[in-house]
């Protein structure tokens, strides 16, 4: 797959017929705290340069995404099921062979690719603290109609373990469905922890039955140069992970 120099093609034993990819900020034409290749139509930026960016990455695509509407809930969109022109209110979004392109935008948020052994149904899921807690990548597994130990994912660019300062509140939701859930959890400060979204989406795949889990070692805060942080500024631009299967 030829892309721009700096996006990022998964490392991950996915059948060939799985294609997938997740921009950086590098390629488009975007400018200040959006430069370059700012995906988000609605993160503040000028909506034709926004226009022009998702154009240049449908050179790299048989098609263009299906975009959706993100609300950090687990709805997954079954895209052969979507009207032409329907906009899915999702946050997850499955493909089927031959079918459409799905797409999540994030900028600390962790995109979550899911694949079939068989090559016969792949996903993408935006894994952040409130989806993963609520149980979005869950909800993307069974999506696939796969046994879990059928399925490969690879965890994309989010905030890392260094830059996630969060409340108690956040330990405590993931601890509702997994008491050692803590472990994924530093002490920082008074009333602050610091937490790994990595470590948090692994144990939820290994206890949902996923053996195979690739990708993590990214930080969207601190790589300034090379992704977009919501955390880092809020007027940010979203990368976007997209994922679909040649015929």
């Known amino acids: 797959m030829s892309l721009p120099a700096g996006w990022i093609v998964p490392d991950w034993p996915a059948p060939s017929r799985v294609r997938a990819f997740v921009t950086t900020r590098e390629g488009g034409v975007s400018e200040g705290n959006y430069a370059s290749m700012n995906l988000g139509a609605s993160s503040g930026d000028d909506s034709g340069k926004v226009a ?54 994030t900028a600390d948020c962790m995109p979550v690719f899911f694949a079939d052994r068989a090559g016969k149904r792949a996903a993408v899921a935006h894994a952040g603290w409130r989806g993963l807690a609520a149980g979005v990548l869950e909800s993307t597994l069974r999506s696939l109609q796969a046994a879990p130990s059928e399925v490969i994912a690879w965890m994309g660019p989010a905030i890392g373990p260094e830059a996630f300062e969060v409340g108690p509140e956040v330990k405590q939701a993931f601890e509702k469905a997994d008491r050692d859930a803590g472990e994924a959890f530093r002490a920082h400060k008074p009333a602050k922890f610091m937490a790994d979204l990595y470590a948090l989406a692994r144990r939820r795949l290994a206890q949902a039955g996923v053996t195979e889990v690739h990708g993590g070692g990214f930080c969207t805060y601190h790589e300034t140069e090379r992704f977009f942080s919501y955390r880092r500024v809020q007027q940010s631009g979203r990368m976007g992970a997209f994922i679909w299967i040649e015929p």
């Open 52 to 105: 022009r960016n998702r154009l240049i990455v449908r050179g790299h695509m048989p098609r263009m995404a299906r975009w959706m509407k993100q609300v950090h809930g687990t709805t997954v969109a079954e895209l052969s099921a979507l009207g032409e022109q329907e906009v899915a209110v999702a946050d997850a979004a499955v493909t089927q062979a031959g079918g459409e392109v799905a797409v999540v935008l």
